[in-house]
């Protein structure tokens, strides 16, 4: 490979330290910066990849300058400092939070920063899975990642509330699920799946524990060097004098049998007196009251008594209790019977021809039945513990059930020791099962990323385990099957039929061992007792000695009966009436471990997955010892090398585009300072300046890959010098110090700002979305946002799509919620449209629009030819000053005239038509012929005015029929009767007595006659005597009716 020489066009500033030039904060690569010094941060930059020597060395180097941390990939690799090492404060918290994965050392809080944004960001579960051999440091992890989430994430007094009691549930599960074994001074002796679940704000809300299979037998029995759980030596030490009194315990564990097997009372890293204050604390924190404390605590103390029980024997070799104070105790602690429990701690119930009989036992058997009564009792105690702090940890708003969740998974590492018995089988079982899925979502997952990129992807050759899975849990062949099979059968089933059985079944697997199947050489090492299965993880002889009885989990079914009977209420749920009526036999502890490994299996499928590979560092729990044989194993089976090998399969290094040409642009003259085009365009351009060779590199759909570490440091040393070179060039030396100072500082707060505009972006429409779920509810927290937002959106286009004016109708549809106050905003916004038009209205059109209100008043929907008059203005008068005769406006006098109109008149008898004018005056309607004054009705004497609903002109005006002066109604007719009958309604007030008939109209003739006008709706207008004598109307048909 070759590199072009550096451009020498001197840049004005160099930007890759602090802030880049767009305002993004650079990336510090700190594995490329940190190289050489430290080995380097991510194993994938190792040059020689394939060698285990320079991977243990670049741990080794590492682990001497306390850097336990290391990646392969988003692999953390972590080795146990056995120290305290000052890189878990908060500072270290804030260092981690938000920062990119590769922009600062490897470190537990990137890994829990990393899944955490995960989460939030693509809102998809997230788990982290913590592997190891025993006393690697996973619980340590666990605890450690926890905390980060309780001091980085945002917090109410609930949600306080929640952190505390997930903070505390450690305590408590360690006092009573740990101990101490050769191997750790705290070694898990359950598997626990804990789920933190976190609400839309990222806040931690809840938590659920799944507890798998805890090492019950450690109850009544510890190796050499090893303790029970911590919480008996907890209470013995640290219970107050008149707890102890109640409990009748003494301060002395090796006054207890069930705490003397390992002879090893006390361990000087343990405080047993302060972890139980520590203890006793959580468990208010997480919720216990007094009463069940103190019922938790008499549980505990009857286990001790119990391993007190002391048999002696007969002469007939039955079995009998030898020590009453115990059955006190016991009787007390337990709320139980006495005597009850002493026959069953010495008889057996079997059922003989339909009848009960109590069988005596013999002192082995009586033990046996002892020490099942007390693993019996402590585990489901376990159970029920675990359930509790669920129930303390649950998310009880039950609106919400969309949180995210981020698993951590603690379970016991890989264990070897002198002799292994059934519990390591399961224990390494376990591993075998999660080695598994370590394979398979690595390798899944790289193979998903080439796809995506666009990449070929190129098979890795690795060691399978799936083949040692199947010898253990394949249906009927395998090794937990074939178990099952012997406990379950009738006749003289043993652990060594078992043994043989296997050998027999799967004796000829690859790796499966016995002393009878071996050669000479594994012979010397192995037991006739005993089978070997090589793990992934190594070899182990497991003795079956137990493997029997510590499957079938039975215990006898009178001490059941009495412990159903207890008044204990913790023990009254652990101990259910139902089983004893439950005819079907439970599954066997094998098979049962076996279900729940497969589901867990599954919960952890479905996350998405990070990695924490912790290694012991040596044997004796000492700080800063490597011992290199011993982690050369576990590099070896914790599938390290080959992890690397996958993770390098195709690439050593890999990063998005944008983030490579933000830190190498200054490298090429095209995209210094900074790329316009597009970002594959900008990186091909670089590349092919710095004159990467084409097998060297390949350009995915959004990162580049680079096949081998020389290449990369090649790059990052060029980069070295131009720093160097921009830092001689001569206007480097202009721009004095403060200047780039300043210039980085601005450009730090438009970066903050925009990243700020960014997180507000997000968190508007995360609350959008979140509104628009809980739109059709109540106003709540979670929708007030996109209430808030729908009623602003609807004002906003209302306002830009009002009504134009009042005849305008349009009106936006409001939201639900707004339906109410849209419909007065509409009434005010038409009376504002109306009040502002009448306010520049003039006083001539005011009459206008007056006089059009009376006669809308009068005729709409009523006369047929009202909407015709509607579109015409009505006039002052149809008759001008020379149109009336100088004699009628004389003999009018002061009397001022209104309006005058051309109408026809229809004789009283023969209804002939004769012209004549209508004058209407401020007093009365007067009709004129020609220079006379006809006819003069005052307003007083005019009774009404009728007319006819159909398109006609004709009217009658109804007079008294007694007034002399008058000679009857009078039949007109007006070319422009609605504008005629308005102004006489107004200038008579007569506004009420327009009648509007239908059909037919009668009117006086006087003295008492009347006649009658027909109506009838035909073509045209004709006006004609019928022969009935009524004047008969025929009014055009108009379509406007
Ligand atoms: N990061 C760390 N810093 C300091 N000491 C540590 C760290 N991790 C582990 N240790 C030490 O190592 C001991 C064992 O660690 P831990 O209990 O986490 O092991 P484990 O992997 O959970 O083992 P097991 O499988 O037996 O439960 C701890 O008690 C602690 O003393
Ligand atoms: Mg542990």
Redesign the pocket.
């Known amino acids: 490979m070759c590199f072009i020489a550096l451009w020498d066009r001197a840049p004005l500033i160099e930007p890759t330290y602090v802030v880049a030039s767009d305002g993004v904060r650079a990336m510090m690569e700190s594995a490329l910066t940190a190289r050489d010094r430290v080995g380097v941060q991510d194993f994938v930059l190792l040059e020689n990849h394939t060698s285990e020597a320079a991977f243990i060395e670049n741990l080794r180097k590492r682990f001497k300058e306390n850097l336990i941390y290391t990646y392969i990939g988003s692999v953390l690799v972590s080795v146990?400092?056995?120290?305290?090492?000052e890189i878990y404060t908060k500072n270290h918290m804030e260092r981690y939070r938000g920062v990119n994965f590769y922009e600062v050392s490897p470190h537990l809080y990137a890994v829990s920063d990393n899944s955490y944004r995960s989460m939030r960001t693509e809102r998809k579960d997230q788990c982290i899975l913590i592997s190891?051999e025993?006393?690697?440091?996973?619980?340590?992890?666990s605890k450690k990642i926890l905390q980060y989430y309780a001091v980085t994430c945002p917090a109410s007094e609930h949600v306080q509330t929640i952190k505390d009691r997930l903070l505390q549930s450690n305590p408590v599960l360690e006092a009573f699920g740990n101990a101490k074994?050769l191997?750790?001074?705290?070694?898990?002796r359950f598997g626990k799946y804990m789920d933190i679940q976190f609400d839309f704000k990222g806040a931690p809300v809840g938590g659920h524990i799944i507890n798998y299979l805890l090492e019950k037998s450690r109850v009544v029995h510890q190796n050499h060097g090893e303790r029970n759980f911590h919480i008996f030596y907890q209470l013995i030490e640290g219970g107050e004098e008149d707890l102890l009194r109640r409990l009748g315990l003494e301060r002395n564990p090796q006054q207890y049998q069930y705490l003397v097997k390992g002879n090893c009372p006390k361990v000087s890293?343990i405080n047993d007196r302060s972890d139980w204050k520590v203890v006793r604390k959580a468990l208010t924190v997480i919720g216990f009251s007094e009463d069940e404390v103190e019922e938790l605590l008499n549980i505990i103390a009857s286990v001790l008594h119990l391993g007190n029980v002391q048999y002696g024997g007969e002469d007939s070799g039955n079995a009998c209790i030898t020590s009453d104070t115990q059955i006190k105790y016991l009787a007390r602690l337990l709320g139980v019977n006495g005597t009850v429990l002493t026959e069953a701690l010495t008889h057996k119930k079997i059922i003989a021809k339909g009848e009960e009989l109590m069988s005596p036992l013999n002192l082995e058997q009586a033990s046996s039945a002892r020490d099942a009564l007390s693993k019996a009792v402590y585990g489901r105690t376990f159970t029920w513990l675990v359930n509790k702090i669920n129930a303390s940890l649950a998310y009880t708003d039950d609106s919400y059930k969309n949180w995210s969740v981020i698993g951590l998974l603690?379970i016991?590492?890989f264990e070897v020791f002198q002799n292994n018995s059934f519990e390591q089988f399961c224990i390494n079982y376990c591993n075998e099962k999660l080695q598994q899925l370590f394979i398979e979502l690595t390798l899944k997952s790289e193979q998903e990323e080439y796809e995506a990129e666009g990449i070929t992807w190129e098979p890795v050759q690795y060691f399978n385990n799936k083949i040692i899975c199947d010898l253990v849990e394949e249906k009927f062949k395998g090794i937990i099957s074939i178990l099952d099979e012997e406990c379950l059968r009738p006749g003289d089933a043993s652990d060594i039929t078992f043994l043989e059985k296997l050998e027999d079944t799967v004796g000829g697997h690859p790796h499966f061992v016995t002393h009878k199947l071996a050669d000479g050489k594994t012979r010397k090492v192995m037991g006739r007792d005993e089978f070997r299965l090589l793990h992934y993880a190594g070899e182990v002889n497991y003795n079956v000695n137990g493997f029997l009885d510590k499957n079938n989990d039975l215990l006898f079914r009178n001490l059941k009966e009495v412990m159903c009977m207890s008044e204990n209420k913790i023990l009254n749920q652990c101990f259910d009436r139902e089983e004893l009526t439950d005819k079907k036999r439970p599954d066997t502890a094998a098979t049962q471990f076996k279900a729940s490994l497969a589901k867990l299996m599954e919960i952890l499928m479905s996350k998405e997955p990070s990695y924490i590979r912790?290694i012991k560092p040596n044997d004796s729990k000492q700080a800063g010892r490597f011992d290199e044989v011993l982690i050369r194993h576990q590099v070896k089976y914790l599938g390290l090398m080959e992890n690397l090998r996958v993770r390098r399969a195709g690439f050593a290094y890999r990063r998005r585009y944008e983030v490579f040409l933000q830190r190498y642009k200054s490298l090429c003259p095209d995209t210094w300072p900074n790329w316009r085009g597009k970002l594959a365009d900008g990186v091909a351009t670089l590349v092919k300046h710095l004159g990467y060779k084409p097998e060297e590199y390949k350009l995915g759909r959004s990162k580049i890959f680079i096949r081998f570490p020389k290449t990369l440091f090649a790059t990052e040393d060029a980069l070295e010098t131009r720093k160097h070179s921009l830092g001689e060039s001569p206007q480097h030396v202009l721009l004095s110090l403060p200047t780039i100072g300043i210039q980085a500082w601005w450009r730090g707060i438009l970066a903050r700002r925009r990243a700020q505009r960014r997180r507000q972006a997000a968190d508007t429409i995360r609350r959008f979305i979140k509104g628009f779920i809980y739109r059709h509810q109540e106003r709540c927290p979670e929708n007030e946002y996109f209430l808030d937002y729908v009623r602003y959106s609807f004002l906003m286009k209302l306002r830009r799509n009002l009504p134009k004016n009042v005849l305008d109708k349009s009106w936006p549809t409001p939201p639900a919620a707004l339906t109410e106050a849209s419909e007065h905003l509409r009434k005010m916004c038409m009376q504002n449209m109306v009040w502002t038009y009448c306010k520049r209205i003039s006083p001539e059109w005011k009459h206008q629009m007056e006089q059009k209100m009376i006669a809308s008043e009068i005729f709409k929907d009523k006369k047929d030819n009202y909407p015709q008059s509607v579109p015409k203005l009505f006039v002052s008068t149809r008759l001008n000053g020379e149109e009336i005769n100088p004699k009628v406006l004389q003999a009018l006098g002061t009397e001022k005239m209104k309006y005058a109109v051309p109408v026809t008149k229809y004789d009283r008898k023969g209804y002939k038509a004769r012209p004549r004018q209508l004058l209407l005056t401020a007093n009365c309607a007067i009709i004129v012929e020609e220079a006379k004054l006809k006819q003069r009705i005052d307003y007083k004497a005019l009774k009404g005015v009728s007319v006819s609903s159909l398109s006609d002109g004709l009217f009658v005006l109804h007079v008294p029929s007694d007034d002399n002066k008058q000679k009857g109604d009078v039949v007109l007719q007006s070319d422009h009767v609605i504008e005629t009958l308005t102004k006489v309604a107004i200038c008579a007030d007569k506004i009420n007595n327009i009648n509007i008939n239908q059909g037919s109209i009668t009117f006086t003739v006087g003295q008492g006659k009347e006649g009658i006008i027909d109506f009838t709706p035909g073509s045209e207008l004709l006006v004609a005597k019928a022969k009935n004598g009524h004047l008969s109307v025929t009014a055009p048909r108009l379509n406007s009716r």
């Open positions: 146990n400092p056995y120290k305290d090492l190891g025993s006393g690697a440091g996973k619980t340590e992890a074994t191997r750790n001074d705290n070694s898990s890293s603690d016991y590492g912790c």
